[in-house]
C-alpha cells in the first residue's frame, strides 16, 4: 500500500516540477487570465448600463461571479488534460507500459492533473488578490461558513471536471481523434457549466435541462454558493449533488476503462 502511495506521491512531484519549469509560461497565463477578465467586465459593464439587476444579479454580484467562475476555470484548465495524455500515450505506443505498471491508470492520471493544478490555484490566488487590490467591483461573503461550503464545493468540481476529462480520454482508445474530442468537450463545459454566462441567464426551460446534468455542478454552483444566493439548506443540498455526480461519473469512467483497454489499438504494433 504504502510503495503504491509512493508511486502516485512521485507522478504528482515530476508532473509539479514540469509544470513550474517554464515561468514565461506561468507569467503569461496569469497576464492572459486578467486580460480575458477585463475584457468580459467591459462587456457586462456596457450590458449593466440599462439594468441595475439581471436575473438576481446586479452590477457587483456579476463582476464577483466572472472573477470567481474564471478563477475556477484557471483550476480546472488541466495544462496535460487526460484526453491529451492518453491519445499521446497511446500514438506513440507507450499506454502499453502504463497498463503494464502496478498502479490503477485513472489514479495516476488524477496524480498528474493534481500537480498542475496546484500551479493553478497559485495562479487564481493571484488572480483574486490583484483584482481585489485594484477594483471595487469584488465582494467578498459576508458569512464565514460560506467559505467552508465554496471549498467543498469546489472540490466536487474539481472531481467532476476531472471526472469528464478522463471519461473524453477513455473515448480516444476508440476513435483516436484527441482533438476533435477536447474541443467538443471544452465547448459544451464552457457553456453548460456557467463558465460563459451564468445558468440564471437562460429560459427557464433550458435551466430545467441543465439541472439534469452534471456541468452547472462544475462552476455554477460553487459561483452561487460564494455569492450567497443559497440558503443553508440548498447549499447542503447542492453539495449531495455534486458528490452523488463525483461517484457516479467515477464508476461510468472505471466501466468505460474497462471497455476500452480490450478494443486498443495502438499505432506501429
Known sequence: MWKSIHKYVGIFEIQLKMSTKYKFSFISGIIGSLLQIAIQIAIWSQVYMQKVTINGLDKRDMFTYLMVSQSLVVIFSFRNAPERMISKKI???????????PIHFMRARFFENMGDSLINIVLAFFMIIFWTVSSDGFELPSNINVYLFFGLSSCFSYMIMFSISILAGYLTFFTMNFWGIYNAKKAIVDLLSGALIPISFFPQKI????????????????????LEKYSVEERKMQLMIQFIWVVMLLYLDELIYRKAIRSITINGG
Do not use: C, H, N
Open 91 to 101: 500514438r506513440q505506443g507507450d499506454i502499453v507500459y502504463e497498463l503494464a505498471r
Open 207 to 226: 435551466q430545467k435541462l441543465f439541472s439534469y446534468m452534471p456541468f452547472e455542478k462544475m462552476v455554477y454552483t460553487p459561483v452561487m454558493i460564494f
